[in-house]
């Protein structure tokens, strides 16, 4: 499955975005889906997932209750609202398909090109 994430830009601290991930080339609904990101010198870190049904979600700590993650299947499409965003949220966001459920990124066989999120103080 091909994915492109998109949504991301320059926003104050306090401030919100919608980041998306639209898919193609498979069927998108047989796929658990996850957002990650990247700042500048530091690892990949698990962000937040969906279920291929929508259903169940999980988000990490430092998210949770700020980000929200939901999808369409009749669209392709899994979205990252984000709000309340703080400085510390500045990275490159990627989304990225499993057939697992999990939070480990090697599980993830599918990767967005990313999109940059830059939080101002």
């Known amino acids: 499955v091909q994915l492109q994430a998109s949504g991301g830009g320059l926003v104050q601290a306090g401030g919100s975005l919608r980041l998306s991930c639209v898919a193609s080339g498979r069927t998108f609904g047989d796929y658990n889906m996850g957002w990650f990101r990247q700042a500048p010198g530091k690892e990949r870190e698990f962000v937040g997932a969906?279920?291929?049904?929508?259903?169940?979600?999980r988000y990490a700590d430092s998210v949770k209750g700020r980000f929200s993650i939901s999808r369409d299947n009749d669209k392709n499409t899994m979205y990252l609202r984000m709000n309340s965003l703080k400085p510390e949220d500045t990275a490159v966001y990627y989304c990225?398909?499993?057939?697992?459920?999990?939070?480990?990124?090697?599980?993830?066989?599918?990767w967005g090109q990313g999109t940059q999120v830059t939080v101002s103080s």
């Open positions: 969906i279920s291929w049904t929508g259903i169940n979600t």
């Open positions: 990225a398909a499993s057939t697992a459920w999990t939070i480990e990124s090697n599980a993830y066989g599918f």
